[in-house]
């Protein structure tokens, strides 16, 4: 198992089981799957899936078959106890997506909701891609700088949020297409990248470090330092 890298952010969200924790939250996660062709054919893997919500929203709203993939074990849990609490066909198992321990071309849809930026993203891009179904579809919402930002404000973000990297969206598309991904777009955001209109869903654990309860204010002041240079875009492509 390839080690967690240390994130107190992610510390902070899985102690308070933070549901839908990306830009957007869980009002942006429905409105992305309104236009993919969605079944109770599909298997869908959930990369990253935290709590679990979009995994089970998945298998609830469309009957799809789910998996839903967390490095974290805390996570892995709560998302195993919502599965369970409303009896969804959905598999949550522990693992990395940078060394997958599932079979190629099974999924017909992959998702990872604010993931990537944590990971070697080209390791990680290529284990998608393997997992793909061939026509199989890879939406990602992911964190994007939008402009080149001084190494110690990329330092200072990096040892925050525990980021692998901060990419500007050509980077990413470069990404995607040294993958192999067609049809890369991009789609418009009009939802701002903290969840201000959303109260999102807690899953708390029994104990939390005391150090934690800072980190919402944290990433607050974070998102208000960076206001401009930090921001989300949503990628579609298909394998
Ligand atoms: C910001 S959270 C987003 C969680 C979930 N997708 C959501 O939107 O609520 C990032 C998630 O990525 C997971 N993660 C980090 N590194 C990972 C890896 N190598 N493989 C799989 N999941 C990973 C973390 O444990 C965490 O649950």
Known sequence: ???????????????????????????????????????????????GCGTGQTAAYLAAQYGAKVTGMDINPIMVEKAKNRVTKYQ?????????????????????????ES?????????????????????????????????QLDTSNKEEIKQFYGFDSSLLETEWIDFFEQTGFKNIEIHPQKYPIVQNNQIPEYQYSEYIEPELFMVMIEHFNMIAKYEGALDYRIFSCTK
């Open 1 to 47: 198992m390839v080690p967690i890298t240390h994130s107190k952010y992610l510390d902070f969200l899985s102690k308070f089981g933070i549901g839908s924790a990306h830009p957007g939250g869980f009002d942006l996660t429905k409105e992305i799957f309104l236009t993919e062709k969605i079944n109770k054919t599909y298997h869908i893997l959930d990369v």
């Open 115 to 147: 993931v990537l930026a944590f990971v070697n993203a080209p390791k990680s891009l290529k284990e998608i891609y393997r997992l793909l179904k061939s026509g199989g579809r890879f939406i990602a919402n992911e964190l994007t700088i939008n402009y």
């Open 88 to 112: 969804l066909p959905v598999e949550i198992i522990q693992g990395s997506i940078e060394n997958c321990p599932l079979e190629n071309n099974q999924f017909d849809f992959i998702i990872s």
